[in-house]
Structures are given as C-alpha cells and as structure tokens.
C-alpha cells in the first residue's frame, strides 16, 4: 500500500471517528439523558475497552488467559479508593472508622494508577504463571482471579478495600462521552502497539512459538510484555465499569464475568480489535434492552403470551449466542477489521445485486 | 459472504439503536407511575417476593389517587434486580427509563446501596421498605425507609441473647460481600460486647453450601448462641446442616430470617431459633388484624400470589411493610398534590401515615422513627412462628 | 491422636466433600483427556441432576426418581456433546470451548427461568440423610458413604478402562486423536461414552452432594464444578486418579483451612495450592509430561 493511499485510510478513520463523536454528542441533545440507548452505550465502550484488552492477549499473542476479572477488579478498586472525597470517608468506610487512605487523587491521574496497579500485580503473577501452557495457564490465572477477589474482601485489609462492603461516593460520568473517549484512546493505543514490531512479534508467537523463538524473538520477555499491558487497559476498564456502576463490591468480579467477556472477544472474532468492539456493543445491546420485553408478561387483547416471564430473556439469550457460536465458528469478523475498505465492499457488492436485479428487471 | 452478514448485522444495530431513539416518556397523562425496586431471584429472591405481594395487595386495594379534583390512575413497574449488587444499577435504570414518578424497595440493603445514585441522578424519591442497613439513607437526601435500622436491630437481638438465653459467648456468621449481613453482625457484636458478652466472628464466601465446619467452630468456640443474619438461602442449608449435626444452642437472626423458607427447614427439627422481625401475624391492633384478614383473603384467591408466597397464607413481615409502603407512597402524592417526582421529594419527610405496622415519621435522615421489633421464635413441632416479645432498647 | 479427635468433624466433612468432588473431577478430566476439552458445563450438568430430583420427586416415588435421574443426566450429557460439541470438531479449540461455556450458560439460565431464580429444597433420600454418631462428631450417613461409593465407583472405571474394548479405545484417542481414527476406531462412539459415564458420575456425586447440602440455586453447580475442575487439573488433568487424590486433597485442606479460622481464604487456597503445583510441576501430579511437536 502507498504511502498516499495510507493517508488517506488515517484520514477516513479519523473523520469517522470524529463524526462519531458529533452524533454522540447531538443524541445526548436531544435525547432524555436516562434512556436506555445510553446505558447501552456507555456500558458497551467499557466492555470494548475490555474485550479488546482481552483480545491482545488471547487472540493477537494466543496466551490464553482467564484472569480479565481480576484485573478489573484491581483496577475498579484501585480507582474507587483514590478518588473517594474525604468527607465521605466516614460514612463509606462505616466499620472501619474513615479508612486509612487520607487523601484522593484527581480521575485522570486515578484512571492511570488504577491501569498501572494492575499492571503491577500482572507483572508479578505472569513472573511464575506465563510459563505455563494453554489451558494450564487459563485455570491458573482464573484461580489468580478468586485470589485476588478473596484479598479484597478480606477483614484485616478493611480500612483500605472497606473489606466486603460497598465502595461508592467516588465520582463518576454522565455524559457517555467520557467513556468513549477513555476507551477510545486506550483501544487506539492498542491497535498502534499491535501494529507496531511488538505486535507482530505478538503474532508470530500465536502462530508458532517455536518458529519464533527459532527468528529470535524473546518469549519470555513478549510474553509479558503483552500480559502487562492488556492487565493495563484491563484495570483502566475495570476503573471505568466503577465509575459507571456508580458502586463497587469485588463480589461482582466472578469468573462469570471473564467469561462474558470471552464470549464477546470469540463472538467478534479472535485477532479482530474492531470484531471485540462490535460485538461488546451487540452483547450489551441485546442482553440489557433489545430482549428486555421477553421478560415481562405481555397481554395481547386478553390473550397472555405464553412463556414470557422473569428470566426467559435470558434464556433466549443464550440460545441465540450458542447459535451465534455454532454457526459462526470464527466470529462475526473472523480475524479482519472493520475499516474503509469493508465499507467500499459492501458499496460495490450492493451496487453489483442491484445492477443485477436492475438487468433482469430490463430484460 | 459472511463480510455482508456482518455489515448487515451492523446496519440492524444501527437500526435499532434509532428505533429505541423514539424513547418511551414519563408515566404522563393521567397516570402515575411507582416503580417496585426488589428482587425475586437470586438469595433474597423468596422475600422480596413477599415484599411485592404487600405492594401488590395494596395496590388492588387503592390503585388510583386524587390531586386537585383530577384521579390519576396507579401503574406499577416492577424490577428484579436479582439480589445482586452488579445488577442492581442496571435493574434501576431501568425503572428511571420506564418513568417511575416513585420508586419503592428494596429487600435487602446491598442492591439498596448500590442503585441508590442512579435514582439520586435522576432526582427520584426511593422508599426503602425492609433494607434496614444505615448507609442506605445517610448522605441520601432522595432515599426514605419505612423499617427500623440494624444498629437498633443488633442491640435489640444482643438484648434479647442476654436476658433470653444468658449468653456469655457468641457465634457470629456472616456472609462475606453482603451489606446487610455483614453490617448486622456489626452492630449486634458491637453490643453484645458493651452487655459484657465475647464473640467469636467468621464468614463465609457467597455461592458457599457447606456449614458443617463453621458449626463445628461455633461449638468448639463454646457459644452459648450462634447469630447469623443470612439471606434465607444460607439460613435454610444452616438450619438443616445445625439439625443433622445435633447443634443444641439457640440460633437467632435478623429480619430476613422471618420467612416460612425457616419454617419449612426448620420443621421436625429439636432447634431453637429467634428471630426479630417488623410484625407479628397474631397482632391484635385493629389495622394490623384487619390486615392480615384481607391479605389472607387475597392471596388465598389468587393462586399465582400464593405461590409467591411460598405455597402458603403465613403474612410475613415484609408483605406488611410492602403494604405501608405503598400507602405511604399515596400519602406522599396527596401531600405533594402532584406526579411530579421532585414535588413527592419534597413532601416526603413531612409525610406520615399510620400503618398495620405502626406509625411512620421521618426523622432528619429520613429514617422512619422506630423503637420496638417483634420478636418470634419456630415452633419447631407444627412449623409455625410463635410470638416471643416485643423488645425495645432503653 | 488428639489433634484427631478435636479436628474430627473437618475431616469427616472433607472426606466426603472430597469423594463428590472426585465423582465430578472425573467427567473433567476424561473429556479432556479426550477432547482436550475443558468441559465448562460439566458443573451445570451437576445442577441439572439436582433440579431434576427436586422435580421428579415431587411426583414420582423415590425409587423411580432416582434411576430415572440418573437415566436423563446421562441423556442430557450425551445431548450436549451431540449438538453443541460435536459439529465443531474440526473448528479451533477455542470455539468449542467457547460453545462448552455458552451450554453453561444457557443451562444455568434455564434453569434460572424454570425455578424462577430460587433456591430449591432437596428431597431427604431415606436412609442416606440421616444423623449418625462416630466418636465426638455427628453427621449424616452419606458422610460416610461417599467416600466409600466414589472408591467402588473409581476402581470399577479404571478396571472397564484397562480391561474392556471400549476402554482400550478410549486410551488410544486420548493417546493419538488422528491415528486412532485411522485406526478405525469409531470415535464419536467413544466420545459418547465418555460423556455418558462422566454425566453418570456427576448425577451421583449429585445425589450425594445435594443430600448432604440440601438447597439447589441455578448456580450450585458453579463452584462444586470449578474445585472439581481444580482438583483434575491439580491432579494431572486426563489421569483419573490423579483426580480422584486431588479431589480429596483439595476437599480435606479445604475443611481444614475453615476450621483453622481463615474462612475468608477457603475458596481461594484451593487455587493458590492448585498455583503452587503447577508451578512446581506443570502438569500436575500425576500428569504425563508433554512434548512440543515441531
């Protein structure tokens, strides 16, 4: 590809991302700020954030890893911990008499640490557990993961985590652009290191380990390299899905929630960053609104849906993603991105089905 | 091929988020919307059943309300928010997105907390029916609550283990993660101590079904009593897991534990179990008797109401409370004259309304003032509660 | 001697905890040694077995109901590796690790929406959920008898495993995948059979498990299923009776932790013992090394 033809592409992208933003920020306008649409939104560019963090390490180096709650967890408390404004303490931390931490940080500096604390901890527990292979090193960082939980909620840790109660009083956002704004950035930053020699070198690992140990790459060392920084943006998302709930309790942080996020990683399609980000926004879409009404009971005339109640939404969810996952065994985007060309494919292949149709119409 | 499904996938999500653009608006018209914020799954989902039967019974009961010579109809939006706390924000955004005017729940003080802001974001008045736990209210000027507070609760229990059993020693269990349980444990420790008793404290991790082994501690420990304040799912694996051990000291429990859940575990057992609780079935005030006459009635004739009731027609204390706490609501909306939700939030803590629990008024924390629990205890041969006392705290 | 007698109960309790752990690590770790499959919904099969019960009794007498839920545990096993494993046996190993997870979640949603989301009652089996005595220490028969049903039930596996034809097939899948089907070895048989005797054993370690801790959720097959999976892995996962200890290790140590006081930590030392071994050895206990193919 040309250098001019490159250009271009960087431009396209940057005025879709940009226009992306204006309809955003005009939805906000005109919308009521508590409809449904921007809990969906705001909730789906934090799983994005996570999914992709996630996808780094799964699909684009092929560790396999399970720990993604934990490192959520670290961050969201790490985050919740520094900003909580002093006033609040005393009611926050109620059995622990105010806590230790006398002092808050600004977001954006919290937001960071909350990424750099679960880096940290990454980096120590990929020390022993990234020697480990496949699923070896899956069951061994989903155990991290209850290790971790279990630290957090413990008594003799109280005047910092506030043991097994709630965080909150921290700040948060309302408007749903922050967090598009903080994933965005953190999923651009990833899509540049995958881009860059790291991430090829990431790749050449998935593919073969022993070929790319044999070219010379450093397993060891890249391996941890991309563990820490996916536990980063893992943090980071963690931080954010804080800010979003508005509380915080490491309870929530259960391998059922790594394994969501797997779902949505494989759904969109391993080794595809705009695959994770579509289907997070899909995943969110259709389990908290789309199949909400499914759940209630629905009359129609004095006719009573039959099967409709409490949980059945989920069920039909689930049905739908096993669909999804039989059928679409590589994920709705395989291991391809979304990007301007996609988009020039559908032009021509759409304008190719009705040229078509227009023949036979003529003929 | 697969390329052009996917894009389309995309076109019908883009679609569809616009479609939901249409947005449903506030309650409106000549309605009033009052949203039931409870569970009914998840480890509390058997009460907060019985609580939304209490609001259900009240709503067949009055389901429209006067302002200014306009009657405006009552609609009921009810939620689960799946007694889980990572559930709870979305469960009430929900209700905020459906237009409550009024919002009421919920069993359990950890959803309670945790939903708290996003109907404070949203300037929507919360009465709390049975989350007894402090921080639901503090610092909330948008969050009431109709039942007494676990500092009072704990104290009451305390009392009630010195004077009723002479404990010396006490077993406290408490489930790890969860507000209510562990913050009862709290206050009851806290005052177990000032009346010159030990306690030895433990907990135990969610999703846990074995008790065995902290009941070995508990005797081990030579308690005289074991306090657990669990949700009704743990109480029932610890009621049957305390009987096949042959435990013989009392257990006693907060307010979630007066549910037949108990009854049914604890039947045929030899234990003794106490609990305190809102109310009493067999109270003789004319409100309270007249109540549990009309609901037995109800549920009675609606087999589905039964069913949520635990297949049988034992008034708990929550449906009493749920009850209240619909009728307070309505008081609220008179008092305000308006559906407006800031309006009922400003004459809710002059509201008061007396009760088949007895008389509701807020104090500063808007907190109803409250200084007596029932306390019930499980005949264990017939499985039915049997009144032990009303005790306050001097 | 002392230390015995005082730590008694803990021990009772970790024994049979550990024996159903056992029934259940076993249908892990003979689907992976198999499949190379980590059957996530192995756990869910549990619960299923103890709604059934829950259900079944309700109307039948427990003499039926209690073959019969064995019978529809293994129908349900076998179901499940037929629709949502096997057409993907030739996609990538993650998609049908990610299709054991979604039969997860569709069963615990299932039975979410089925049971409304409560707690369930389990039926006292007659005889096996009674109170017995052994020295200072009160618990219930099936206590005792676990331990001493999962033994019978292991040693009858391993023999029909060295012993018989379909157990000679079995090995040699687990051995060589590709070869063995050359070999003419019908290999959706043997993967059937696999799944049928690992439902077989998670219905009875369900029976006994539910027995002793007698309320079913939606999600009571989450952790039993996860520590079983620990204790294969722990184990050495394929080798079943590298399960089988790790099941009781991990069933015994954890009673003992909770009753050392550290009940916060109960969960979570199993997985830090479960880090340690593979740490140390990275196959675990009993597991075959393996060898990179270049």
Known sequence: MDKLQKRKKLIITAAALAALFIILWVLEQILPANAMLFVVLKKGAIYALVAVSMNLLNGFTGLFSLGQAGFMLIGAYTYAIFTIPLEYH?????????????????????????????????YLIGLPVLRLKSDYLAIATLGFA??????????????????????????????????????????????????????????????DEIAAEAMGINLAKHKQLSFTISSFFAGVG???????????????????????????????????????VLSSFLFIAASEWWLRFLDADTYIGAFKVPLLASGFRKVVFSVIIMIVVLFYRNGIMGDKELSAETFGGIRRFLRKRLGRRKEEVTK | MKKVLAIL????????????????????????????????????????????????????????????????????????????????????????????????????????????????????????????????????????????????????LANYAVDEYSAKTAYILTKLGDDYSVGLGNYFKEAFESLGGTVVEETFPPDNSDFTAYLTNAVKANADVIFAPTSTEAASLIIEQAHAQGITMPLLAGDTWDSSVILDAAKGSDLTIAVSTFFDEGDESAAGSKFVKDFKAWLNANPDKKANNGGNDI??????LGYDAYMLAIEAIKAAGSADSAAILKALPGTTYTGVTGDIAFDANGDAIRNVAFIKSVNTADGAWQFEAIQSVK | MEFISSNLQYILTGISVGGQYALIAIGYT???????????????????????????????????????????????????ERVAYKPLRNAPRMSIMISAIGVSYFLQNLAWYVTSGLAKQYPAIPWISDSISIGPATTKIVTVITPLLTIVLVTALVLLIKHTKIGMAMRAVSRDFETSQ???IKINFVISITFIIGSFLAAVGSLLYFSNYPTVTPISGAMPGLKAFVAAVFGGIGSIPGAVVGAFIIGICENIIKGLGWTTFSDAFTFALLIIILVAKPTGLFGEKMTDKV
């Open chain 1, 90 to 122: 005393d009611s926050v931390y109620q059995y622990f008499n105010g806590g230790i931490i006398k002092f808050t940080v600004p977001v954006f500096a919290a937001l960071i640490m909350a990424g750099a604390a679960a880096a940290i901890f990454a």
């Open chain 1, 146 to 207: 209850e290790i971790i939980r279990a630290f957090f909620q413990w008594d003799a840790l109280g005047p910092v985590t506030n043991g097994s109660n709630l965080l909150r009083q921290y700040p948060s956002f309302t408007s749903v652009l922050f967090p598009f704004a903080v994933a965005g950035v953190c999923i651009l930053l990833i899509v540049l290191l995958i881009n860059s020699s790291y991430g090829r070198a990431f790749k050449a690992i998935r593919d």
């Open chain 1, 238 to 276: 963690g931080a954010l899905l804080a800010m979003y709930q508005t509380t915080v309790q490491a309870n929530a942080f259960k391998s059922a929630m790594t394994y969501e996020i797997l779902l949505i990683v494989v759904i969109g399609g391993l080794g595809s960053v705009s695959g994770s």
């Open chain 2, 9 to 156: 996938l995309i076109v019908c999500m883009s679609a569809m988020l616009l479609a939901g653009c249409g947005g449903k608006n506030a309650g409106g018209g000549d309605t009033i919307k009052i949203g039931v914020f409870e569970p009914s799954s998840g480890d509390n989902g058997a009460g907060g059943k019985q609580e939304v039967l209490g609001i259900q019974f009240a709503h067949s009961q009055v389901n429209t309300v006067e302002i200014g010579g306009k009657t405006y109809k009552i609609e009921l939006q009810i939620v689960d928010n799946e007694s889980s706390t990572d559930k709870a924000p979305s469960a009430a955004q929900t209700l905020v997105s459906g237009g409550c005017n009024l919002v009421l729940g919920s069993y359990g003080s950890g959803v309670s907390i945790a939903a708290s802001d996003v109907f404070g974001k949203a300037g929507i008045p919360v009465i709390g029916i049975s989350c007894t736990n402090p921080q639901v209210t503090l610092g909330n000027e948008h969050y009431f609550r109709i039942c007494y507070l676990d500092p009072f609760q704990g104290t009451v």
């Open chain 2, 315 to 320: 008034v708990a204390a929550v449906s009493a």
């Open chain 3, 30 to 80: 003979m689907v992976y040694g198999i499949l190379r499959l980590i059957n996530f919904a192995h756990g869910d099969i549990f619960m299923a077995a103890g709604f059934m019960m829950v259900y079944l009794s309700a109307t039948l007498p427990m003499y039926i109901a209690l073959p019969l839920v064995v019978l529809i545990t293994v129908l349900l096993g076998f179901v499940v």
């Open chain 3, 182 to 184: 050359c070999m003419g």
